[in-house]
């Protein structure tokens, strides 16, 4: 370890999160500190518009372990993960959510299980205590998303897990606009392990994602990560241009027989409310790979940071 670095970070995107923040304070150090005399608990509000800045004022001035950063603008929940990454200094940093489904008694068990030799230890929910629509929503993303991108994932791994600083420092290499953290943890390799953890209740409120959030987070994470929407309209328009020749000769052979003497009005209107569909379709999705393109090229960055607390002295 470098010497202004610690033993462990605890990195956390916070919004609507003031119900939770003190006992997840009061958690985290009760689990991190027996491990680690040097350790920080980053909190990143993500422009929360309830009163979790504050909160996190107050903890940083109780506490000297606990480190603040307030986002301008609520920029998402990954975006708030990468800006506490940039910030965190521990050679193992540990990222979870705030509304403490993510258990802190589970990270010892984790930073044990990557002292076996794991750069990445990713905490599996087999028995997950989220509504059945969110449960269903993730399932069904993953699927595709496997099949979009031709890789395994597992829909019990999200953002909880414990990561090497290499890993980090490799996730915070990837240039990406649309950031979505487990993919990228998932993508840049290096050791890898899995551990069921306990799937604690959201003891207050509601999750932040509404379903159109959940579609919009879906659709950017999959343009991101892979082209194979593209690939599949090329082979639909083969597909569809070889069905059509194939219809063309079938009714080119039924009329040198005398079997057709009126066109049908029905199947030339079918014909062509299907071949416009998948122009439209097509030209959309490709349309939002331009779109992706052209935020990539704008280069902007993923986050501001307005304020911080406890770090006005790192880079």
């Known amino acids: 370890m470098t010497p202004q670095s610690t033993g462990l970070s605890v990195v956390v995107p916070v919004y609507m999160g003031s119900p939770f923040l003190r006992e997840l304070h009061i958690r985290v150090t009760a689990s991190v500190a027996p491990l680690f005399d040097d350790y920080e608990l980053v909190l990143v509000n993500d422009a929360s518009p309830d009163d979790s800045w504050p909160l996190i004022r107050a903890l940083c001035e109780a506490d000297p372990h606990v480190k603040g950063i307030h986002l301008s603008r609520n920029f998402g929940q990954h975006y708030a993960i990468t800006a506490g990454?940039?910030?965190?200094?521990?050679?193992?940093?540990?990222v979870m959510d705030c509304d403490l489904q993510d258990i802190p008694e589970e990270i010892p068990k984790l930073y044990?299980?990557?002292?076996?030799?794991?750069?990445?230890?990713?905490?599996?929910?087999?028995?997950?205590?989220?509504?059945?629509?969110?449960?269903?929503?993730?399932?069904?993303?993953?699927?595709?998303?496997?099949?979009?991108?031709?890789?395994?994932?597992?829909?019990?791994?999200?953002?909880?897990?414990?990561?090497?600083?290499?890993?980090?420092?490799?996730?915070?290499?990837?240039?990406?606009?649309?950031?979505?953290?487990?993919?990228?943890?998932?993508?840049?390799?290096?050791?890898?392990?899995?551990?069921?953890?306990?799937?604690?209740?959201?003891?207050?409120?509601?999750?932040?994602?509404?379903?159109?959030?959940?579609?919009?987070?879906?659709?950017?994470?999959?343009?991101?990560?892979?082209?194979?929407?593209?690939?599949?309209?090329?082979?639909?328009?083969?597909?569809?241009?070889?069905?059509?020749?194939?219809?063309a000769v079938f009714y080119y052979a039924l009329t040198l027989m005398g079997r057709i003497r009126v066109q049908g009005f029905a199947s030339l209107i079918l014909s062509l409310w299907f071949i416009g569909g998948v122009l439209m379709s097509s030209m959309g999705v490709l349309g939002i790979y331009l779109g992706r393109t052209f935020d990539q090229v704008k280069g902007r960055p993923v986050f501001i940071i307005a304020e911080t607390a406890n770090l006005e002295d790192r880079p």
């Open 112 to 247: 044990r299980k990557a002292c076996e030799g794991h750069d990445t230890v990713f905490a599996q929910r087999h028995h997950r205590q989220d509504s059945g629509l969110k449960r269903f929503s993730s399932r069904a993303f993953y699927s595709v998303f496997s099949y979009l991108t031709d890789t395994r994932l597992d829909p019990s791994v999200a953002n909880f897990g414990i990561y090497h600083r290499r890993v980090i420092r490799a996730v915070l290499s990837m240039g990406d606009k649309t950031r979505y953290f487990p993919t990228m943890a998932q993508w840049v390799g290096f050791q890898k392990a899995y551990l069921p953890v306990v799937h604690g209740d959201r003891k207050a409120g509601a999750s932040s994602y509404s379903v159109s959030k959940l579609l919009l987070l879906a659709t950017n994470t999959i343009v991101a990560f892979s082209d194979k929407p593209l690939r599949l309209f090329v082979y639909a328009g083969f597909g569809t241009s070889f069905l059509s020749l194939c219809i």
């Open 85 to 94: 990454l940039t910030r965190a200094t521990g050679e193992w940093i540990v």
